[in-house]
T-cell receptor, first 113, second 113 residues
Protein backbone atom coordinates (compact mmCIF):
# COMPACT_ATOMS: atom_id res chain seq x y z
CA UNK A 1 0.00 0.00 0.00
CA UNK A 2 1.11 3.54 -0.68
CA UNK A 3 1.81 5.84 2.23
CA UNK A 4 2.93 9.45 2.42
CA UNK A 5 4.34 10.97 5.59
CA UNK A 6 4.83 14.64 6.38
CA UNK A 7 6.57 15.09 9.72
CA UNK A 8 6.21 18.88 10.03
CA UNK A 9 2.64 19.82 11.01
CA UNK A 10 3.39 23.55 10.99
CA UNK A 11 6.20 25.91 9.96
CA UNK A 12 6.78 29.65 9.96
CA UNK A 13 9.36 31.66 8.04
CA UNK A 14 10.01 35.30 7.31
CA UNK A 15 9.09 36.71 3.94
CA UNK A 16 11.91 36.39 1.36
CA UNK A 17 13.53 33.48 3.21
CA UNK A 18 13.91 29.98 1.83
CA UNK A 19 11.96 27.13 3.42
CA UNK A 20 12.07 23.38 2.91
CA UNK A 21 9.12 21.07 3.57
CA UNK A 22 9.88 17.40 4.16
CA UNK A 23 8.08 14.34 2.85
CA UNK A 24 8.76 10.63 2.79
CA UNK A 25 6.73 8.03 0.97
CA UNK A 26 6.48 4.31 0.49
CA UNK A 27 5.35 2.38 -2.55
CA UNK A 28 6.05 -1.00 -4.10
CA UNK A 29 5.61 0.35 -7.63
CA UNK A 30 8.48 1.19 -9.96
CA UNK A 31 6.54 3.76 -11.94
CA UNK A 32 4.78 6.46 -9.93
CA UNK A 33 4.29 10.19 -9.61
CA UNK A 34 4.96 12.51 -6.70
CA UNK A 35 3.27 15.85 -6.12
CA UNK A 36 3.18 18.88 -3.94
CA UNK A 37 -0.23 20.53 -3.67
CA UNK A 38 -1.01 23.89 -2.11
CA UNK A 39 -4.35 24.59 -0.40
CA UNK A 40 -4.78 28.23 0.67
CA UNK A 41 -7.36 28.89 3.40
CA UNK A 42 -10.88 28.23 2.06
CA UNK A 43 -9.59 27.85 -1.46
CA UNK A 44 -9.12 25.01 -3.87
CA UNK A 45 -6.26 22.55 -4.09
CA UNK A 46 -3.62 23.72 -6.57
CA UNK A 47 -0.84 21.60 -8.04
CA UNK A 48 2.53 23.20 -7.26
CA UNK A 49 4.92 20.71 -8.76
CA UNK A 50 4.96 17.15 -10.13
CA UNK A 51 7.79 14.64 -10.37
CA UNK A 52 7.81 11.46 -12.42
CA UNK A 53 9.72 8.76 -10.56
CA UNK A 54 11.64 7.52 -13.60
CA UNK A 55 13.09 11.00 -14.19
CA UNK A 56 16.23 11.60 -12.17
CA UNK A 57 16.25 15.34 -12.71
CA UNK A 58 14.53 17.27 -9.95
CA UNK A 59 11.42 19.18 -11.07
CA UNK A 60 11.41 22.98 -10.82
CA UNK A 61 8.63 25.53 -11.19
CA UNK A 62 9.84 29.10 -10.75
CA UNK A 63 10.53 29.57 -7.00
CA UNK A 64 9.52 25.97 -6.21
CA UNK A 65 11.88 23.04 -6.56
CA UNK A 66 12.06 19.51 -5.20
CA UNK A 67 14.80 17.28 -3.92
CA UNK A 68 13.84 13.79 -5.05
CA UNK A 69 15.86 11.01 -3.43
CA UNK A 70 14.41 7.82 -4.89
CA UNK A 71 16.47 5.35 -2.89
CA UNK A 72 15.62 7.10 0.36
CA UNK A 73 11.98 7.60 -0.74
CA UNK A 74 12.24 11.25 0.12
CA UNK A 75 10.60 14.14 -1.73
CA UNK A 76 11.14 17.58 -0.17
CA UNK A 77 9.86 20.91 -1.45
CA UNK A 78 11.99 24.04 -1.39
CA UNK A 79 10.37 27.44 -1.69
CA UNK A 80 12.83 30.21 -2.47
CA UNK A 81 12.23 33.93 -1.84
CA UNK A 82 9.01 33.10 0.03
CA UNK A 83 6.07 35.46 -0.40
CA UNK A 84 3.03 36.22 1.76
CA UNK A 85 0.87 34.48 -0.85
CA UNK A 86 2.70 31.23 -0.18
CA UNK A 87 0.87 30.96 3.15
CA UNK A 88 -1.18 27.76 2.85
CA UNK A 89 -1.42 24.07 3.69
CA UNK A 90 1.01 22.06 1.61
CA UNK A 91 0.30 18.42 0.87
CA UNK A 92 2.80 15.92 -0.40
CA UNK A 93 1.15 13.18 -2.44
CA UNK A 94 1.84 10.19 -4.65
CA UNK A 95 0.02 8.15 -7.24
CA UNK A 96 0.65 4.99 -9.18
CA UNK A 97 -0.45 4.38 -12.73
CA UNK A 98 -4.04 3.88 -11.60
CA UNK A 99 -4.02 7.58 -10.82
CA UNK A 100 -5.77 7.80 -7.45
CA UNK A 101 -3.76 10.18 -5.30
CA UNK A 102 -2.61 9.37 -1.78
CA UNK A 103 -2.04 12.50 0.29
CA UNK A 104 0.01 13.17 3.41
CA UNK A 105 -1.50 14.98 6.39
CA UNK A 106 -0.08 18.30 5.31
CA UNK A 107 2.23 21.03 6.57
CA UNK A 108 0.71 24.38 7.47
CA UNK A 109 3.12 27.07 6.26
CA UNK A 110 2.98 30.65 7.54
CA UNK A 111 4.95 33.35 5.75
CA UNK A 112 5.53 36.21 8.17
CA UNK A 113 5.82 39.84 7.01
CA UNK B 1 -11.24 25.82 -19.45
CA UNK B 2 -13.91 26.74 -16.91
CA UNK B 3 -12.53 24.51 -14.18
CA UNK B 4 -14.15 21.79 -12.10
CA UNK B 5 -17.45 22.98 -10.67
CA UNK B 6 -19.00 21.61 -7.47
CA UNK B 7 -22.43 22.34 -6.06
CA UNK B 8 -23.50 23.21 -3.51
CA UNK B 9 -20.52 24.91 -1.87
CA UNK B 10 -21.90 24.25 1.57
CA UNK B 11 -24.60 21.86 2.76
CA UNK B 12 -26.02 21.83 6.27
CA UNK B 13 -28.33 19.00 7.17
CA UNK B 14 -29.68 17.07 10.13
CA UNK B 15 -28.36 13.67 11.06
CA UNK B 16 -30.26 10.93 9.28
CA UNK B 17 -31.10 12.97 6.18
CA UNK B 18 -29.92 12.15 2.67
CA UNK B 19 -27.71 14.56 0.74
CA UNK B 20 -26.52 14.70 -2.86
CA UNK B 21 -23.57 16.62 -4.27
CA UNK B 22 -22.83 17.37 -7.89
CA UNK B 23 -19.53 17.69 -9.74
CA UNK B 24 -19.11 19.01 -13.28
CA UNK B 25 -15.64 18.14 -14.59
CA UNK B 26 -13.65 20.09 -17.12
CA UNK B 27 -15.04 19.50 -20.58
CA UNK B 28 -13.51 16.45 -22.32
CA UNK B 29 -12.01 15.11 -19.10
CA UNK B 30 -12.72 11.40 -19.12
CA UNK B 31 -11.71 10.64 -15.56
CA UNK B 32 -13.43 11.97 -12.47
CA UNK B 33 -12.43 11.44 -8.85
CA UNK B 34 -14.06 11.98 -5.47
CA UNK B 35 -12.06 12.63 -2.30
CA UNK B 36 -13.05 13.41 1.29
CA UNK B 37 -11.10 15.81 3.47
CA UNK B 38 -11.74 16.08 7.20
CA UNK B 39 -10.54 19.05 9.22
CA UNK B 40 -6.77 19.22 9.49
CA UNK B 41 -6.18 16.16 7.31
CA UNK B 42 -5.20 15.48 3.74
CA UNK B 43 -7.82 14.37 1.23
CA UNK B 44 -8.67 10.67 1.13
CA UNK B 45 -9.61 8.89 -2.07
CA UNK B 46 -13.22 7.68 -2.28
CA UNK B 47 -13.88 6.57 -5.85
CA UNK B 48 -13.21 7.34 -9.48
CA UNK B 49 -14.80 7.01 -12.91
CA UNK B 50 -13.51 6.63 -16.40
CA UNK B 51 -16.32 7.94 -18.54
CA UNK B 52 -19.46 6.37 -17.01
CA UNK B 53 -17.70 3.35 -15.52
CA UNK B 54 -16.90 3.38 -11.80
CA UNK B 55 -13.49 1.72 -11.70
CA UNK B 56 -12.56 1.72 -8.05
CA UNK B 57 -14.20 2.32 -4.68
CA UNK B 58 -12.33 2.87 -1.43
CA UNK B 59 -13.23 0.94 1.68
CA UNK B 60 -14.12 4.38 3.10
CA UNK B 61 -17.15 4.33 0.81
CA UNK B 62 -19.67 2.51 3.00
CA UNK B 63 -22.97 1.21 1.64
CA UNK B 64 -24.57 4.54 2.60
CA UNK B 65 -22.50 6.22 -0.12
CA UNK B 66 -23.23 5.94 -3.82
CA UNK B 67 -21.70 7.72 -6.77
CA UNK B 68 -22.84 7.89 -10.35
CA UNK B 69 -21.66 9.43 -13.57
CA UNK B 70 -24.43 9.02 -16.12
CA UNK B 71 -23.33 9.44 -19.72
CA UNK B 72 -19.80 10.15 -18.59
CA UNK B 73 -20.44 13.82 -17.93
CA UNK B 74 -21.27 15.22 -14.48
CA UNK B 75 -21.15 13.04 -11.38
CA UNK B 76 -23.24 12.87 -8.23
CA UNK B 77 -22.28 11.63 -4.79
CA UNK B 78 -25.15 10.68 -2.50
CA UNK B 79 -24.93 9.98 1.20
CA UNK B 80 -27.92 8.28 2.77
CA UNK B 81 -28.81 8.45 6.46
CA UNK B 82 -26.04 10.94 7.21
CA UNK B 83 -24.03 10.53 10.40
CA UNK B 84 -21.95 12.99 12.42
CA UNK B 85 -18.77 11.45 11.04
CA UNK B 86 -19.77 12.36 7.49
CA UNK B 87 -19.01 16.02 8.21
CA UNK B 88 -16.16 16.86 5.85
CA UNK B 89 -15.18 18.64 2.66
CA UNK B 90 -15.97 16.53 -0.40
CA UNK B 91 -13.62 17.26 -3.27
CA UNK B 92 -14.01 16.40 -6.92
CA UNK B 93 -11.18 16.29 -9.44
CA UNK B 94 -10.86 15.43 -13.11
CA UNK B 95 -8.26 14.74 -15.78
CA UNK B 96 -8.20 13.66 -19.38
CA UNK B 97 -5.80 10.74 -19.13
CA UNK B 98 -4.46 8.78 -16.20
CA UNK B 99 -1.01 10.36 -16.45
CA UNK B 100 -2.25 13.95 -16.55
CA UNK B 101 -2.51 16.16 -13.44
CA UNK B 102 -5.84 16.20 -11.68
CA UNK B 103 -7.70 19.50 -11.48
CA UNK B 104 -9.65 20.02 -8.27
CA UNK B 105 -12.90 21.84 -7.65
CA UNK B 106 -13.60 24.11 -4.68
CA UNK B 107 -15.33 21.29 -2.82
CA UNK B 108 -18.64 20.88 -1.01
CA UNK B 109 -18.48 21.31 2.73
CA UNK B 110 -20.97 19.08 4.53
CA UNK B 111 -22.02 19.95 8.08
CA UNK B 112 -24.19 17.51 10.03
CA UNK B 113 -26.23 19.04 12.86
Amino acid sequence: AQTVTQSQPEMSVQEAETVTLSCTYDTSENNYYLFWYKQPPSRQMILVIRQEAYKQQNATENRFSVNFQKAAKSFSLKISDSQLGDTAMYFCASSNRDDKIIFGKGTRLHILP
Amino acid sequence: DTGVSQNPRHKITKRGQNVTFRCDPISEHNRLYWYRQTLGQGPEFLTYFQNEAQLEKSRLLSDRFSAERPKGSFSTLEIQRTEQGDSAMYLCASNRFYDQPQHFGDGTRLSIL
